[in-house]
């Protein structure tokens, strides 16, 4: 009886392991619910989702992305260096700073194959 109890104990342990972690996975924000803003509707300091081609590299925590309807400079912040590269098609998750220079504020990448960036702050 004991055998049957540490069996199924086990098997319990074990399939909860993997509900947690499918859980996790399945949790991520699936980009087909995302609502993409264009770059030239961007408003200042509200969260949006903007997607489009790494066109250049400015500095290891900065790069500019392009739409159909415009570029901008994407600042990811001195924690998180050369995570992106030319040519890549991504979706970036951040609010414009419009100061000197009008800037997103990265704090999540999703690259084209699915994979979800957070983006360490600053502070």
């Known amino acids: 009886m004991k055998t049957k109890i540490k069996q ?3 098997l319990t342990i074990i399939l909860m392991g993997f509900t947690v972690l499918g859980y996790n996975g399945y949790s991520q924000e699936n980009q087909s619910d995302i609502k993409i803003t264009k770059i030239s509707e961007l408003q ?3 969260d949006s989702y903007i997607k489009g081609e790494v066109i250049k ?3 290891e925590d900065e790069f500019r992305l392009e739409d159909s309807s415009g570029n901008i400079k994407v600042y ?6 050369n995570v992106v590269k030319k040519g890549d098609k991504i979706t970036v ?3 414009v700073d419009p ?3 009008k800037e997103f504020y990265a704090t999540e990448i999703i690259k084209e194959d699915g994979e979800i960036i957070k983006l360490k702050s600053d502070e």
Do not use: S
């Not at 990811?76 to 260096?81: F, I």
């Open 93 to 95: 998750r951040g609010k």
């Open 76 to 81: 990811t912040g001195w924690k998180n260096t």
């Open 44 to 46: 200042n300091y509200t």
């Open 8 to 10: 199924w104990t086990m």
């Open 57 to 59: 590299i400015l500095d």
């Open 99 to 101: 100061g000197i220079v």
